[in-house]
């Protein structure tokens, strides 16, 4: 099958959404991925950005860099989130050092097109921008390889070479990408002696097959209906201009940001959503209810339900334990700590409101303070919620820990295989290979406790490791002066495949 046709097969394939959407759930990073990009696409499942735009965000914080590559275009155009430069250069940077080469095409875009700042210049060689492009390129990623092709063919960040410009746009027309077949066949226009093989007419084509409509113009062919596959309007306008990639896309243009909404639209006020569902006010204990503002009539609506939101909530709620470390009125009790919040039009959270029982005002600022600082998709309507998160913290077994000082005995396992021969993963969690790293306390008694995840993580399997943390031996960790007392340890956990 040709590339183009296979590319194309491929973006009409069928997505498995429950199978993917459960995957993700059980902590798979890379159906997370998928199931976003589907989502994006329209592939298999009605498009919608703002479910694309959850979906990846878990796929990038448990540590997936090709998703946090995706969320960052996502950011760069606000399709979905809050537009910010700062936070899609920082994904695409971060996830091209991580090895995710589209992400170092999507990197020298940005910084192309003037947001941050370019690499340090190794010497007198390559200009960093053409060096992302190339090292994209080099791993067989089509946009980079459209990317370093406008480069060269532009001169802009380098003499121009047309030759090397058509052999970049070949390789990445070759492999399915519609937008550098239509630049190879500008470019073969203006010179047919960089590929003398190929035909315009022949390259048009291509484009057009893979969704380019001013290319089926040129070939009398019927336009495509504009989809997920159709380049950026500028990126077809503009022949240099440089793009953005996340696959099974045409590429979109750092310069274009995604429109949000229809003029003139209504969008909630926070009024308009401040009753609760019965049902949340059936998850939280109703002494707590005056505290979280449940305590008026109830909505009459079943729920708000809103699950680009929900899953997100669902999924951060283990990044509350490290509310383990702050100062707790009651340590030697057992809190659940229950929080309630609304999130605006550009998805921040709003009106945090946060109470536990037994009620702990230290740690219920911890609490709120940390999902203040959470992120969520982008909503036209304006404000949503009430939503609703809480999470339990386990009673300290003595004095606070304190944290290791230069010269301190650590908190270690007397046999540092136990853990993970102790580890009994939940049946639906197997088939996965990983790590997770915990934070626990370790007490003067060798008693470990207060364990909490570090990284996203599935409930079961978290549960699964504190389990196996708690049942191994361990050695307490000391002074200077070898006096054993109470600290904090961290420990990353081999999930290996079972």
């Known amino acids: 099958m040709a590339p183009t046709l296979l590319a194309l097969a491929l973006s009409l394939a069928a997505v498995d959404e429950p199978a993917l959407s459960a995957r993700c759930d059980r902590g798979f990073a890379a159906d997370c991925r998928d199931l976003g990009r589907a989502r994006l696409a329209g592939q298999g499942v009605p498009q919608d950005d703002r479910l ?12 997936d860099p090709a998703a946090c590559s995706d969320l960052g275009v996502l950011y760069a155009v606000g399709r979905g989130l809050a537009q910010s430069d700062d936070r899609a250069l920082a994904l695409s940077r971060r996830s091209c050092e991580q090895g ?15 947001v941050g700042t370019a690499p340090p210049r190794a010497g007198p060689g390559e200009d960093p921008v053409m060096r992302l492009f190339r090292k994209a390129c080099d791993a067989g990623v089509p946009e980079g390889c459209t990317n370093l092709g406008s480069a060269l063919d532009a001169g802009r960040l380098a003499p121009r070479d047309a030759r090397a410009a058509a052999r970049a746009f070949r390789r ?11 630049r190879l066949a500008g470019l073969v226009q203006e010179r047919a002696d960089v590929a003398p093989d190929l035909t315009v007419t022949a390259l048009t084509a291509r484009a057009c097959h893979g969704g380019v409509a001013p290319a089926c113009l040129a070939v ?3 336009a495509p209906a504009p989809t997920a596959r159709s380049p950026a309007a500028r990126l077809l306008v503009e022949p240099h201009a440089f793009l953005l990639g996340i696959p099974g896309t045409g590429g979109f243009s750092p310069g274009e940001l995604a429109p949000r909404g229809a003029l003139g639209r209504p969008r909630r006020a926070l009024g308009e959503v401040r009753r609760a569902p019965p049902a949340l006010r059936a998850a939280v204990p109703e002494p707590l209810w005056p505290r979280l503002g449940l305590d008026g009539p109830p909505s009459p609506a079943v729920a708000g339900s809103d699950p680009a939101i929900e899953r997100l909530l669902a999924f951060r709620r283990g990044q509350l334990g490290e509310c383990y470390e702050a100062a707790r009125a009651a340590p030697a009790a057992r809190a659940e700590v229950h929080v309630v919040l609304f999130v605006d039009g550009d998805g921040r959270a709003a009106e945090v409101r946060a109470a536990s029982a037994p009620e702990d005002a230290p740690l219920e600022e911890c609490v709120r303070t940390a999902v203040e600082g959470w992120e969520f998709p982008v909503s036209d309507d304006g404000y949503s919620g009430p939503f609703h998160v809480s999470q339990a913290f386990d009673a300290a077994s003595g004095p606070p820990a304190s944290y290791a ?9 007397r046999d540092p295989a136990c853990v993970e021969r102790t580890l009994k993963v939940p049946p639906e969690l197997r088939g996965s290979a990983g790590a997770l790293s915990v934070k626990l306390a370790v007490d003067a008694g060798g ?4 364990v909490h995840a570090l990284s996203p993580a599935p409930d079961g399997l978290v549960t699964a490791v504190v389990a196996a943390v708690q049942a191994c031996p361990w050695k307490a960790g000391g002074d200077a002066d070898g006096r054993p007392l109470p600290l904090w340890t961290t420990l990353t956990v081999k999930i290996e495949s079972r």
Request: glycine share 14%; hydrophobic share 45%; charged share 15%.
């Open 52 to 63: 694309a735009a959850s979906h990846l965000t878990r796929g990038c914080e448990m540590g």
């Open 100 to 114: 995710a080469a589209l992400a170092c095409s999507n990197h020298g875009a940005l910084v192309a097109e003037g």
């Open 172 to 182: 990445g027309c070759d492999a399915g990408f519609a937008l550098a077949c239509l």
């Open 220 to 222: 009398s062919e019927p």
């Open 405 to 413: 000082a230069p010269g301190f005995l650590r908190p270690a396992l």
């Open 447 to 450: 008693k470990p406790g207060l």
